[in-house]
């Protein structure tokens, strides 16, 4: 059994009202959720197994961002990535917090860098930049007077 | 410091250029010859400076050894890229550092802001913006060879150095040599 079978087998398990889709890429299991069943499918994937969140991180998709989650399974030796999307408008999602207490500084990471607030997240601060930097420098629309253009000969 | 400070403005001032040069020369190679280093290691060049630290280059021969607090220091080797984040903490241990005191720029990102110079929000581009640099080492990063050259460089940079406020000596100060022994019994 693949990979992506063992997590498709364990995503049918879990309850249909979550709306998972789960797609195949590589070998590997790519779960597309929408953004309001985030918690909940984060709790279900810890109860069956999934005891570690890798990785959060985002792409500036430019109407929205992606946000997306790596969750890692001791029990099963599987991973699978868990993407979901946000407005730009609204940039805002639930914290992962409470259910992998990991996502705490990768959370805020991506806060810094993107702009995207994590509601009931318990420290959102900025952790890569000074507190008082304006602006979220991975957005596309960032601008910043202080950077200066590779001119285009080089 | 002060004490010296006073000393070497009244021998300038009572004419007493020749004792001041003597002075001058004594005082450059005891600090020219030990230059302990606070070794500012902020990103990959740190791991250059540290193989200039250990055996096979061995900087104690030069007198130049790490130590970790920048109150016994008395030059700074900026080694790595340093961001907008870092540069209050540098300026921070910097200024804890006592006079005299040297500031070596190790690497293209501390010279410049290297491969960092464009397109890049946060970094710092040159440590020259914020702190007065002595000697430059470029490469990405430095061999220890450039790191032990721009030591000596430094060194010949102190022992041109002059106890009188805002005066430098055109070259290095030399001490007398010691009388050759006489024959001996044989």
């Known amino acids: 059994m693949s990979i992506y079978e063992a997590i498709r087998a364990v995503v049918e398990e879990m309850a249909p009202d979550l709306g998972i889709t789960v797609t195949e890429s590589w070998d590997d299991a790519i779960l597309d959720i929408p953004a309001e069943s985030l918690l ?34 001791r ?12 407005a730009r408008e609204r940039a805002s999602i639930d914290s992962l917090y409470e259910v992998w207490p990991a996502a705490d500084w990768q959370e805020r990471e991506v806060w810094d860098l993107f702009g995207i607030a994590f509601v009931g997240h318990p420290d959102l601060r900025r952790i890569l930049l000074p507190e008082d930097w304006p602006g979220h420098p991975l ?13 285009d000969y080089i | 410091m002060a004490i010296v400070d006073r000393l070497g403005a009244a021998l300038e001032g009572a004419g007493g250029g020749v004792i001041l040069t003597s002075v001058d020369a004594l005082v450059d190679w005891s600090r020219g010859q ?9 990103a990959c060049c740190a791991m250059e400076l540290i193989a200039a630290s250990f055996n096979k280059f061995d900087f104690d021969r030069l007198g130049t050894f790490p130590r970790p607090d920048p109150r016994h220091t008395d030059v700074i080797i900026l080694a790595g890229t340093i961001t907008e984040k ?13 006079d005299p005191k040297w500031v070596v720029a190790m690497g293209n990102c501390t010279v410049s802001g290297g491969i960092f110079y464009y397109d890049t929000y946060s970094v710092v ?3 020259d913006t914020f702190l007065p640099v002595d000697v430059y080492i470029a490469g990405c990063p430095p061999r220890p060879e450039s790191m032990m050259d721009g030591v000596l460089q ?6 041109t150095e002059s ?11 030399l001490l007398p040599e010691a009388p050759a022994e006489s024959g001996g019994e044989s």
């Open chain 1, 40 to 73: 909940a499918v984060g709790r279900e994937l810890k109860a069956r197994g999934f005891d570690r969140l890798g990785m959060v991180t985002a792409v500036d998709r430019d109407e929205e961002f992606e946000l997306v989650y790596r969750v890692q399974s």
């Open chain 1, 139 to 151: 957005r596309r629309d960032y601008e910043d007077a202080n950077v200066i253009k590779r001119p």
């Open chain 2, 154 to 159: 430094l060194r010949e940079l102190v022992k």
């Open chain 2, 86 to 98: 870092m540069k209050p903490a540098v300026k921070l241990l910097y200024d804890q550092m006592p």
């Open chain 2, 34 to 42: 030990s230059l302990w280093a606070f070794p500012m290691g902020t």
């Open chain 2, 125 to 127: 581009r040159g440590a």
């Open chain 2, 163 to 173: 106890l009188a406020p805002g005066k430098r000596h055109a070259r290095e100060l």
């Open chain 1, 75 to 86: 029990t099963l030796s599987a991973a699978a990535f868990v993407k979901t999307r946000v």
